[in-house]
Every structure is written in C-alpha cells, then in structure tokens.
C-alpha cells in the first residue's frame, strides 16, 4: 500500500474553524473531505482540549481524546479575538479562506468580528456557517443548551427511553453530531451555488432543528393521526402503533432485529420456517397463527395486545439458546435483517470491518492510535485520515508566516504580546 | 415565496433515484429540496416499504396515503418502472443515460444482477456520479446482509451507549442511522457533485452505513483503542456533569407525562439554578441528594414555565418536547421548519425542511410527495423521448407496473 493517496474533493480549499463541541464535527468532516482546516483556538488553547476522557485519565489539553477525536485532520492556530491586532490577522486569514464554521452564541457574534452582515460584506465569497442551540435569531436564538437540552427540545429525547421512566440520550452526544454533520450538508449545498457564482452567503445551522430530522415517522404521525409517538423501551413504535421488542439476549450477548424479530409482514412466513427448523415455533405454525400473520404482508402495521406478547415471548426463548453470531448468520439466510449489538470491542475486532480495512493508524509523539477510517470511500477523490490532532498553536508559524506572510520577528512579538 | 428557478443552487442537476426507504431519499430529497430534479424509480409489483407503512391518512391503507414515505420525498417526481420485467433494465438504463447522479441502497447483489453498476453505468454516461449506501458497503463478507436503521444503531455502537446504566442496551426507539448517515452520504454526493461541476470528472462512491455511523458514537473507539475502556449508558446523564438529567413536571391537563432537561456544566449554572428554586443550599450539595432534590421540585412545576425561567437565569434547559409540542414551537416557528403542502390524495400535510437556513439561496420544498408513477408520461416521453406508440406498448406489456 503506497501512502500517497489522491486528494480528497475539497482539497483546493481552506476552513477557518472556531468551532466548540457543538460544531467541531464539521470541520473535521470538511478536514476528512480534503479541504485544509486552520482550527483557530485562543492562546493557551481551545475548551475543548479540556472535555475528557483523556489518555491515561490524566487531565492535559494535549491528551484529551475528544480533542483527538474531532480534530485530526485539522491544523491549530493560536489567535486573540478579542484584541485589535488578533481581529486585523484573523480578517486576513478569512480573506484566504473559502469556509469560516463558528458557534458563536448569537449576541456575542458581532463583538468577535462574526457578524452576519458584516462578514458578507468584508468577505462576500465566503461561506460562513454558524452552528448555534436554536439559530441565530428568534425567541430562543440566545438561549443555552447542552447536547441533552438538544435531543430534548429537538424531540429525540421523547423518543428515546421506556415508558414511565425518564426520557434519556444516547451518551454519545447526538444533537453536536446531528447539527454538525447537518452543517456540512448546508455548507456543501451553500458551496456548490459559490462554485456556479463565485458568491458565498451565510448557513444558519440550528442544533434544536437538526436534532428534528431524527423522528422517524412522529412529525407525520401526530400531524396525520394526532398521536404522539412515545418512548418505546426495547421497542418499536411506527405511526403509532406500538411494536414488540427488537433487542433481544442472545446466549453471549444481544442481538437486534425487526420488532417481533421480523414475525410480521413479509418475512413472516420465513421466520417461522427457521424456527421450526429448531423445533422453537411454538403455535405459529398453525393455520390460524399463518392466516392471521400473512394477513400482516401488505401493510406494515404490527400486532398488538396477546398476538404480540406471545410473538415476543417465542422469539425471547429462542434467542436465548444461540450466540449471536448464529443468530444474525441464519438470520441474514432467509432475508431477514438481524444485525449483533456491538460493544466498542466488538467494533474493534470485528471482521467485515477488518476486511473492509476500515481503522486507521495514526502516528502520536506517545502512541500510534487507532480510529475510524474513512465515512465515504469515493473511487477518485478519496476521503482520508491523515494526521492527529494538532497540538495547541502547533501550525502558527505556516499560518502566519506562509499563509499570512509574517516575518519571524512578526511572529515572535505577536505571541510575545499575548495575540498568538 | 416562490424563488426564481433559475437561482435555485441545483437546477439543471437531475437524479435518478433508486433507493428505498430513509437514508437514500433523505439524501436525495436534500438536492431536490435545493432545486434539483429527482426521479423517484419506484414499482408497484415490489413496492418502496415506507409507501405501505402507517401513519395513513384516515388510518387507509394505500401506495399515495402514506405519511412516513411523503415526509421523505417532498420536490421529487416519481417514475413507476418494473425492473423485473424483460424490457424493465433497459428503460432504466435509458432514465439513467439523461441524468447526473444515480442514487440507490440495495444489497450489492441487485445492481450487479441487474448490470447497472457504476462500471455499467458510465458507459452510457462517462461524467455519471453514482452512490451505492448499502448497510455495509459494497464489498466485504457482510455486504450482503440485510439491515434496518433501527438494527445498524445496534451494529454501530450506538444502541450500546443508549439505555439505563447497567441494563438491557435498547438504543433509540428510532431507526436512528437512517436519520444520521444520510448527512454524511449527501456531503460525499456533494462534494463529488463540486468536484465535477469544477473537473468534469464523475466518480463512483462506496457508502457503507455502518462506517459512517461509527463516526456518531464519539470519544467511544479511542476511550477503548487507547484507554482499554469500554463506554457504558448512562440514562440522560453526562460522564462529567451533574445535575445532568431529565425530570418529571407537574401534569399538563391529563397529560402526566411531562418532562424537562436540565443540565448544569459549570458554578455559574448551579448557582443560577439554586437561585431560581430558591434552595441556596443547593450549590454545595451532594450530586445524588441534589438530584433526588430538583426532581422532588419540578414535579410540581409546569415545564413549559420553568424553561423560561431557567433559561432567563442562564442554566441550560429545554422541555422533553413531544412531536406535538414541535409543532407549536415558536423558535421552529420562527425558523419556517415545517412546510404546509397539498398532496392529491393526502390533502394539506406538515413537511419537514432542512435544519438550515442559507441566506442567498434557501430550500424551497416545491410540491408534495409524489404520487406513485406520477410523472410518467413526463420521465418517459420528454426526458427519454418514447413515442406515443412506445409508450403505450410498454405500459400494456406492464413494464410500467
């Protein structure tokens, strides 16, 4: 394997990042789609070097594996918006940058040179995405929020968790990544008219609004039924209609299927043929059970009250006799789409994965570290894991001296003056 | 507000659209949505999943009377095409020859069996981009299995972050990934799509769901490639912040099931949240007393109120909003997220938009879901150019069907 790989689509461009954890994604998914990607972080460094969990527990801004996670690819320049000298540099790197990605609360945008208005006028070319909680403006445009106040007040949270208990989050904070990730999306749409025209214009990501797109089917479900879809638990609900489990215990461990483990609609019949292949169908054999489940084929509504809990309750004894593994193969056999509930040692060693050679090998002054390859594989312009994340201000001389054109001595008095 | 179209960002770009259910139609509907002209291929002998899933409206049954499929395919035109019938591939092929980017999501197998690969397809159309978002990718032992977004959040690692600590790992009670990759293949789709418009090269893109959904599950790989550390579920809660959690509200009507989020991530925050319970002891308290506390106090507060309140002292919360509760949401309000858009047979339905704004040129969703094999006599006389005569013979042979 040669380690001269082709350049990624957006290699001709440059990303000025001021990006928190909110929005540090999309910079990074710009950085992994080749564009080169200047995070500019505040001298002493970034507040995000400071979110855990660290390498070896041990609380270092250089350590922080969330920093590692969301800024490779990227290179770090250290920068003092808030003085006069450190808004004249960063005007100037914006003048050499096709994107600027920032999540700057709304009513301190304009203080640190972010303005909407200002910037389409200094930099009409640019691409200016701003990632905010609610957007930025309207009644909760200044509102805080944490990725848990996202999935809340964008509706995921609703959705997620058990009846009569507390409504939770995926612990990996889905609402920073469903807004980042979105933001790119906007930025990209937002780029391709800039390459039609050679005019940018401002993306306005809202976190709340993102997390919106993860409904499924509840936004047509109350508009066309006047029914909240609920928290389900270890189980399904569509349109509605509340489903039987789709995680169940398998002898080592869990895995997940269609709700009733695919007992209704097209792979009913099936499914019930592997069973009773292991002598575990139970009465679904029977004329009336394969009447009443062929009746299910056409519409995807599934069974309910006694039918359910019985469908379920065959479908738990079986699972519990077999490894996963077993499990999702015969599964996968007859069409049916199980899937094994990985663990993060699963993922590691798993072997599509690994034959796909999808984990990527990057080289730390302390380790070489693994991570998630590529998210796309394009055929000719690939997108690539290059680098680790950057220590703090470890590019300033490229970006003020080349890019910027500072002289050395330039350099020195603006970190001796506390700019960079 | 109807915008010019000739400044609509994707006008002229034209996609044939094969894919099924969420991912490959979130990905399309953003292009379409953007100004594009998607062309839905659909058939009504093995028919796109989501036209025969409820919600219904009046609770019918029917290919043109489903919620879940229309909310995904607003701006989009729909050819029906049968590609099991004799003359069904080379009609697609014929689609595919007058558009710029093929989109589809089957297992490897179908595109192969049917000679529509990427390969195949630049014959006929050398600049062509073509994205295949199969579960798990194009090649490897598990390309052809099957899956659902429900089950791939379990394949990804997501389901094993979701859930009670120390219990059962349930996941989202969405099919998550399919509304979480689709942003990942449509920034691939576009960044190629930028890459042409500036080299006139197209190219093939190999989407595999469960490599991008990796990318959703956080500090989790490298805690465990470095650390050793396998992450574990913690309800609503924060590995580093406390009060971090969602709490029972005083009752709305008969409605009990109220809930607000509240989280605390600096001294700031939980001084403002004492103040505004009027516990001053709270801001030196013992994390789990303190929980056992806010939530004994916000039973009997309306949610909706003490939002604002918390929020006006600057501690970060936000009521457990339900899709009713979205939809009387000023600030989604304010943003114009849901579309009102009539549809023949579903009449005036909520549409969801993207989650941005851009300033110069803004998504317009331009009509309703489409109707199955809507646009026919469009796709098939104006766009591939069939006589009446050839028409008319392909619908009697059933092609069409």
């Not at chain 1, 403006?137 to 007040?153: C, E, I, Q, R, S």
């Not at chain 2, 689709?182 to 418009?197: G, M």
Request: aromatic content about 8%; charged content about 20%.
């Amino acid at each position: 394997m040669t380690t001269q790989t082709a350049a990624g689509p957006l290699a001709p461009f440059r990303v000025i990042d001021l990006s928190n954890e909110l929005g540090q994604l999309a910079g990074r998914m710009l950085g992994d789609l080749g564009a080169e990607v200047i995070k500019v972080e505040p001298p002493g460094g970034d507040e995000s070097r400071f979110i855990g969990p660290f390498r070896g527990d041990v609380v270092d801004p250089e350590q922080s594996l969330h920093w590692w996670t969301f800024n490779n690819n990227k290179l770090s320049a250290t920068l003092d918006l808030t003085s006069a000298r450190g808004q004249e540099l960063f005007t100037r790197l914006l003048d050499g940058a096709d994107f600027l990605v920032e999540t700057c609360p709304p009513d301190a945008a304009a203080a640190l040179g972010l303005g909407i208005e200002a910037l389409r006028a200094s930099h009409p070319a640019l691409v200016h995405t701003s990632i905010t909680p609610f957007g930025r403006d309207g009644p909760y445009a200044n509102w805080k929020a944490t990725d848990l106040v996202g999935t809340a007040m964008g509706g995921l949270s609703s959705l997620c968790g058990a009846p009569g208990r507390p409504p939770i989050r995926p612990t990996a904070s889905q609402a920073y990544t469903q807004a980042s990730a979105q933001a790119v999306v906007g930025s990209l749409v937002a780029h391709y008219q800039r390459t039609k025209t050679g005019t940018g214009q401002h993306v306005d990501q809202s976190m709340q609004e993102a997390v919106t797109f993860t409904h499924d089917n509840a936004s047509p479900t109350w508009d066309i039924r006047a029914i909240n879809n609920s928290r389900p638990g270890n189980g399904r609900e569509i349109g509605g209609y509340k489903s039987g489990q789709y995680v169940y215990e398998a002898a080592d461990g869990y895995v997940a299927a269609l709700s009733y483990g695919g007992l209704f609609g097209l792979t009913a019949r099936q499914t019930i043929e592997w069973l009773d292949h292991h002598g575990m169908a139970g009465d679904l054999t029977s004329d009336e059970w394969l009447a009443k489940l062929d009746a299910t084929q056409g519409i995807l509504i599934p069974p309910a009250g006694e039918d359910g809990d019985y469908l379920n309750q065959v479908l738990v004894d079986f699972c519990k006799q077999f490894t996963r593994a077993q499990l999702v193969a015969e599964a996968q056999q007859i069409r049916n789409g199980w899937g094994i509930v990985h663990t993060p040692g699963d993922l590691l060693e798993n072997e599509h994965l690994a034959a796909r050679d999808y984990w990527v090998e990057l080289e730390h002054e302390e380790a070489h570290v693994t991570y998630p390859g590529p998210w796309a594989r394009l055929s000719k312009t690939p997108i690539s894991v290059r680098h680790r994340a950057p220590r703090i201000g470890e590019h300033n001389d490229y970006v003020y001296g080349n890019l910027l054109g500072c002289s050395d001595d330039e350099i020195a008095e603006l970190a001796a003056q506390g700019v960079i | 507000m109807t915008t010019d179209q000739s400044d609509r960002v994707f006008e002229g770009i034209r996609i044939a659209d094969f894919a099924w259910v969420g991912v490959g139609p979130l990905v399309s509907k953003y292009l379409a949505d953007h100004g594009a002209e998607v062309i839905r291929i659909e058939s009504s002998v093995r028919p796109e999943p989501l036209r025969r899933a409820p919600p219904f409206v009046n609770d019918e049954p029917g290919l043109d009377n489903s919620g879940y499929y229309a909310d995904f395919n607003s701006s989009k035109k729909c050819a029906s095409l049968n590609l099991q019938h004799p003359d069904g591939v080379a009609i697609a092929r014929r689609i595919i020859a007058e558009c710029d980017i093929v989109t589809e999501s089957f297992t490897p197998k179908a595109m192969r069996a049917w000679g529509m690969t990427y390969e195949d397809l630049c014959e006929i159309r050398p600049d062509l981009i073509m994205i295949s978002m199969p579960m798990y990718g194009l090649t490897g032992p598990w390309s052809m299995w099957q899956g659902y977004g429900h089950v791939l959040q379990a394949a990804a690692g997501i389901s094993h972050l979701t859930g009670y600590p120390g219990e059962e790992p349930i996941g989202t009670g969405v099919a998550y990934t399919d509304f979480l990759v689709p942003h990942f293949a449509a920034s691939a789709l576009l960044a190629a799509l930028d890459h042409r418009q500036r080299t006139g090269e197209g190219q093939n893109i190999d989407f595999g769901q469960l490599e991008a959904a990796i990318h959703a599950t956080e500090t989790m790989v490298l805690d465990y490639t470095v650390n050793g550390r396998e992450q574990q579920a913690l309800g609503a809660g924060h590995p580093e912040h406390q009060p971090y959690g969602t709490y029972q509200c005083a009752a709305r009507g008969d409605d009990d099931d109220r809930w607000i989020a509240i989280t605390v991530t600096n001294d700031a925050e939980l001084a403002a949240l004492a103040d505004v319970a009027g516990e001053p002891s709270w801001s030196s308290m013992d994390p789990d007393a303190l929980d056992s506390a806010i939530a004994a106090w916000t039973r009997t507060q309306q949610a909706e109120e003490l939002m604002q309140r918390l929020q006006n002292a600057g501690v970060p919360a936000g009521v457990v909003q339900t899709p009713e509760d979205l939809r009387n949401d000023p600030q989604l309000a304010h943003r114009g997220h849901f579309w009102m858009l009539d549809h023949p047979t579903m009449g005036h339905r909520a549409y969801d938009g993207p989650s941005f704004r851009l300033s110069e040129t803004p998504a317009e969703l331009t009509k309703a879901a489409p109707l199955l094999g809507e646009d026919n006599e469009y796709v098939y006389k104006d766009i591939v150019g069939m006589s009446d005569d050839e028409y008319v013979e392909h619908l009697v042979s059933g092609a069409f069907d």
